[in-house]
């Protein structure tokens, strides 16, 4: 197996299915019904997709993940979003390798993809660390949560 599917992340342990082609690892992504390929970033991804469900309760059926969006008439890329039931992004989530740091820079990436969503939720992780954050948007500020709230209809 590859050598980040041995990596120990600050998540729960979940059964993710792996299959192999051409010598390339792959893991089955629940979200997008397909084998993707198994890089670090992936590895994070998809314990945190499995997060979100399994701890959560977040419903796979509004989840997106690897969506383009676009920022400043640019496109960007969106780990992954939760969408509530009108279909607006509820959850903003960015993943990045276990290697590298969360920095504000991560974050302010994140704040600028939030930018053509508003979310109310923002969460950031590399799968060793984990920051969530509750936008107020009438306040023009965010507020750092210590844990990420349960999906919630309202």
């Not at 960015?94 to 979310?119: S, W």
Request: some cysteine; charged content about 25%; overall charge positive.
């Amino acid at each position: 197996m590859h050598f980040c599917s041995m990596l120990k992340l600050n998540f729960p342990e979940y059964r993710l299915r792996f299959k192999s082609r051409e010598n390339n690892p792959l893991v089955f992504d629940v979200v997008r019904k397909k084998y993707v390929r198994l890089q670090p970033e992936e590895w994070v991804r998809q314990h945190c997709i499995h997060f979100l469900i399994q701890e959560k309760g977040y419903p796979v059926g509004r989840m997106l993940v690897e969506r383009e969006i676009r920022v400043n008439n640019l496109p960007r890329r969106v780990d992954i979003a939760v969408c509530d039931a009108l279909g607006q992004v509820d959850l903003l989530v960015e993943c990045k390798a276990p290697e590298v740091p969360i920095t504000q820079e991560v974050f302010d990436q994140m704040a600028r993809y939030n930018l053509a969503l508003n979310a109310r939720l923002l969460m950031v992780t590399n799968g060793l660390s984990h920051v969530y954050c509750r936008m107020d948007y009438a306040g023009q500020r965010y507020e750092y949560l210590r844990e990420l709230p349960p999906y919630s209809t309202e």
